[in-house]
T-cell receptor
Framework: AQTVTQSQPEMSVQEAETVTLSCTYDTSESDYYLFWYKQPPSRQMILVIRQEAYKQQNATENRFSVNFQKAAKSFSLKISDSQLGDAAMYFCAYRSSGAGSYQLTFGKGTKLSVIP | DADVTQTPRNRITKTGKRIMLECSQTKGHDRMYWYRQDPGLGLQLIYYSFDVKDINKGEISDGYSVSRQAQAKFSLSLESAIPNQTALYFC?????????????FGPGTRLTVL
């Protein structure tokens, strides 16, 4: 079974600075998807960014980018120019790419605080 | 209007009561899911459904049941609620034909069992 580990329960960043959230995972599969979800105080789960394991290029979405290290099974999220609205819980998630795949396996989350 | 809706948004109930949480979606997706979120534990899958006639248990299905009344509706029931079922419950949907199979989440239902 796959596992996802987020080793930083809480992080803080100064507004306009850059912060990196860590995620590692364990799998025996060669093809899969990785996701970062944001959960603000409103509770809504919002997809921030996704990465396909077969793609070597790191995904980027505006101020959000990932550092995907397949051999190390590492998938960190970098938030540049942090804004107050970035304050939230961030969850890393894994999904197999097999034909019958369905389940997202989540890490326990990292609470990000943004200091004005 | 939201694509995935959940009712109620908040609910307080007593031990032993039967309760139903409802989920509706307008995205036209085939797959629907129920997750539970406990503090410090991330989200865990309770049940999932690939279509109206297909219901499957997830990793923590004990104490729960589901009903897929239509493609757009997927309900979660607690037949006899207990305090350790106090949690935040999320419904999600995904499209069978979408390569990434991204899951779209509802706003969540906060359930408290006294």
């Amino acid at each position: 079974a796959q596992t996802v580990t987020q080793s930083q329960p809480e992080m803080s960043v100064q507004e306009a600075e850059t912060v990196t959230l860590s995620c590692t995972y364990d799998t025996s599969e060669s093809d899969y998807y990785l996701f970062w979800y944001k959960q603000p105080p409103s509770r809504q789960m919002i997809l921030v960014i996704r990465q396909e394991a077969y793609k070597q290029q790191n995904a980027t979405e505006n101020r959000f980018s990932v550092n995907f290290q397949k051999a190390a099974k590492s998938f960190s999220l970098k938030i540049s120019d942090s804004q107050l609205g970035d304050a939230a819980m961030y969850f890393c998630a894994y999904r197999s790419s097999g034909a019958g795949s369905y389940q997202l396996t989540f890490g326990k989350g990292t609470k990000l605080s943004v200091i004005p | 209007d939201a694509d995935v809706t959940q009712t109620p948004r908040n609910r307080i109930t007593k031990t032993g009561k039967r309760i139903m949480l409802e989920c509706s979606q307008t995205k036209g997706h085939d797959r629907m899911y129920w997750y539970r979120q406990d503090p410090g534990l991330g989200l865990q899958l309770i049940y999932y459904s690939f279509d109206v006639k297909d219901i499957n248990k997830g990793e923590i299905s004990d104490g729960y049941s589901v009903s897929r009344q239509a493609q757009a509706k997927f309900s979660l029931s607690l037949e006899s609620a207990i305090p350790n079922q106090t949690a935040l419950y999320f419904c999600a949907t995904s499209d069978l034909g979408h390569a990434n199979n991204e899951q779209f989440f509802g706003p969540g239902t906060r359930l408290t069992v006294l």
